[in-house]
């Protein structure tokens, strides 16, 4: 097992920092690392034939239509489903820290929440097939609801650097694609079956999916099952209440009308059962309380129709119909004996219907698109307490509300010249939101108790907009600029207007007169781009307004307030050289510094300068396998109340064989993350203080997967 260091050993023995060095040298050092490699296939030729690498991405997320990464002005990373299948992480965020500048923050494994460029939770919009998922953040969930193996890539735009989105991506956005059939010139059928083994959780996995594609029809099927149990860090200590079990599966199915007419209807389910909560999340709680989700399930219900309509200007028009619910349990219990209480149980549905239309045009120079959407979420909440005398007594942390948005938006992208585009875009939205009234109580915990009324309905309506221009310079055929710049905003949510939460000694208010926050963005892009070789760096400032705080008005009453002025800044580089036709070298670097500029601290949830690099081999058939190196540098930076946390490093490995049987193709992977058993804190990871929880030590996974 790992010895683990503290914050005071880490500049004279631990190991790590001897490993990496100052700051200065970690950033120099990683730096010359990607420039050297960028040097090195600058110089080598192009490499024609034999194979196709295509290394500039395609992305569809930032404009509505297909771009291609080093053309798209802001910071984007992709995730396919061959790197998911590789990762073998336990949620969708786990896998996401491979992009540079994103980090998960982790209150469970499960249900680990996004931290992008340093902003999370509500601040970064989270969609599903473009459905926006609205649910509340304190704890984390909403990036548990999607099963993994349904994925087919995420794409990740860091930052407000798009106008379709609106409200709430001041931080970015995550659009999960998930799998789904094809159009195709024959009738086809195909299937996949997998099941995998984990050694820390001593938890399992399967899955299995199965489609059919024709020419007018395709129809597809999945589904899977979780069970693991809680795991052990690098000291060999188990993490109490980690554990997760979850079922999902998904029904989908297109057809195609005519030429021009294409339908797709899906229906999602997940339901996950005795999900542990390790973290705290932004819930303040005592240490000693476990904090499950015993029954919470998400279900979504959507249609979306394409049209090619017969016409050079007009490329296409969409419709995205949906409905999705979210229902979330949770059981709070081991309350201190002074609670007097066997437990708590809040309950919440989410509910969100929503529908948007996408219009994409080409006229000489010009790619444009413009569109409309809307959508309302509606929270119906409950909290049961659980007497020692054996009384029973029910209130609402949250009157029944809800919140709606509804925008028109546009973009469009003019090439200048044959090295010069402009691309620029806008929205404007109107925002509603409404709670009804809010009592002490809905049942008492005796007939005689008062329940007078705690907050009285109100409502709040409100326009808001942003805007965005970049710029995109083809220095030579390999080699782009870009520079964006760009205001956004986030709406308040329902909870920040209209909660009202007990906790003890004092009593945390919501302020439906909350005022959306402002962001001011903007980012340089550099990228290098061969067909064996990208290689990019970013660098940026986002200075956000009216952020959103908890505010102590005194000692009895504490209330939502815009009140900071807060900037963050930092930059990354990638590099991806494919060395030879299946051999890849990666590498990824992120540097990010957080400022609360009206306390002129430093600002909370900020990750650490943090890093990967690593080597694979993926050939289609035959033997396979990598090893990487993860790191994070010591955390100083923190704060308020926020610990400093050492800096670490780790070694990832895999091996595989693929190989083809009776027409199908049969794969048998190990993959052991965290080789060395080290012990480590992530920075963003949430804990019960003043204990501290440390990630998983070593786990070897054993995967089987059959295509057919």
């Known amino acids: 097992m790992g010895r683990l260091y503290s914050a005071g050993e880490i500049t004279k023995e631990n190991p790590v920092k001897k490993l990496w060095g100052k700051t200065g040298w970690t950033t120099a050092a990683g730096a010359a690392l990607m420039l050297a490699f960028t040097g090195i296939a600058a110089a080598a030729p192009e490499k024609t034939s034999g194979y196709d690498a295509v290394m500039d991405k395609v992305v569809v997320s930032a404009r509505g239509v297909e771009s291609r990464i080093s053309q798209t002005p802001g910071g984007v990373g992709i995730l396919d489903a061959e790197t998911l299948k590789t990762v073998q992480p336990v949620s969708v965020t786990d896998a996401l820290k491979r992009i540079a500048g994103v980090d998960f923050s982790g209150d469970s494994r499960w249900g680990a929440e996004v931290n992008i460029r340093g902003l999370g939770r509500n601040r970064v919009v989270f969609l599903i097939d473009g459905c926006r998922v609205n649910t509340a953040t304190e704890i984390n969930a909403q990036f548990g609801l999607i099963a993994v193996e349904d994925i087919e890539r995420v794409e990740v735009l860091k930052g407000p650097i798009s106008s379709l989105y609106g409200s709430g991506s001041i931080g970015g956005v995550v659009n999960v694609i998930t799998k789904k059939g094809n159009f195709s010139e024959t009738t086809e059928y195909h299937g996949t079956l997998s099941s995998a083994w984990s050694s ?302 007990v906790l003890g000694s004092f009593v945390i208010y919501g302020n439906p007169e909350l005022d959306p926050e402002r962001s001011l963005f903007a980012e340089y892009g550099l990228h290098y781009t061969t067909n064996t070789v990208s290689a990019g760096f970013n660098a940026y400032v986002n200075s956000v307004d009216d952020l959103i705080v908890e505010k102590v008005i005194n000692p009895d009453r504490h209330e939502m307030a815009n009140v900071d002025e807060a900037r963050i800044h930092g930059a990354e580089a990638y590099l991806d050289f494919q060395v030879k036709e299946d051999w890849r070298v990666y590498s990824t670097i992120a540097w990010t510094r957080g400022e609360n500029k009206t306390a002129d601290t430093d600002l909370g949830d900020i990750p650490p300068l943090n890093g990967m690099i690593g080597c694979s081999l993926d050939p289609s058939i035959g033997l396979s396998g990598g090893l990487e190196l993860v790191w994070a540098d010591h955390q100083s930076h923190t704060a308020a109340g926020e610990a400093e946390t050492p800096g670490w490093a780790t070694v990832n490995a895999r091996l595989g064989y693929r190989f083809t049987l009776a027409g199908t193709v049969q794969e048998l992977s190990v993959r052991a993350d965290n080789l060395l058993d080290k012990t480590y804190r992530n920075h963003l990871s949430t804990s019960r203080k003043p204990a501290e929880r440390f990630e998983p030590g070593l786990n070897v996974t054993v995967v089987w997967k059959m295509d057919i």
Not at 214 to 237: L, Q
Not at 281 to 306: C, E, F, I, Q, S
Not at 479 to 486: D, F, P, Q, Y
């Open 200 to 501: 820390n959780t001593k938890g399992f996995r399967v899955f299995a999916g199965a489609e059919i594609n024709t020419p007018k029809f395709w129809a597809y099927v999945s589904g899977g099952h979780r069970d693991h149990d809680s795991y052990e860090d690098g000291n060999g200590d188990t993490v109490h209440n980690s554990q997760f079990e979850d079922t999902a599966g998904n029904v989908k199915a297109g057809y195609r009308w005519n030429d021009r007419n294409e339908t797709l209807l899906q229906y999602q389910y997940l339901k996950a059962k005795e999900i542990g909560i390790p973290g705290s999340g932004k819930a303040a709680m005592p240490p000693v309380t476990d904090v499950t989700y015993p029954d919470t399930w998400r279900a979504l219900a959507n249609l979306t129709h394409t049209v090619t309509p017969a016409s050079d200007l007009w490329k296409t028009t969409q419709v995205n119909l949906y409905f999705q619910e979210i229902d979330r349990n949770v059981r709070i219990d081991k309350l201190p004996p002074v609670k007097k209480m066997k437990g708590i149980f809040p309950s919440a549905n989410h509910t969100t219907w929503g529908v948007k239309w996408f219009n994409a045009f080409a006229a000489g120079d010009h790619a444009f698109s413009i569109g409309a959407d809307a959508w309302e979420w509606a929270i119906d909440s409950t909290r049961k307490m659980a007497f020692m005398n054996g009384n029973l007594a029910i209130d609402q942390p949250l009157a029944d509300a809800e919140q709606f948005s509804g925008g028109i938006f546009g973009e469009d992208n003019w090439q200048i010249t044959d090295r010069f585009s402009l691309n620029f875009g806008g929205r404007l939205d109107m925002i509603k939101a409404e709670s009804d009234d809010l009592y002490t109580w809905i049942k008492p915990p005796a007939p005689m108790v008062p329940n007078p009324l705690k907050r009285a309905a109100d409502d709040y309506d409100d326009t808001s907009w942003d805007a965005r221009a970049g710029l995109t310079f083809n220095v030579t055929d390999r080699v782009s600029m870009t520079l964006l710049g760009g205001s956004s905003y986030r709406a308040p949510g329902l909870m920040e207007r209209f909660k009202y939460i």
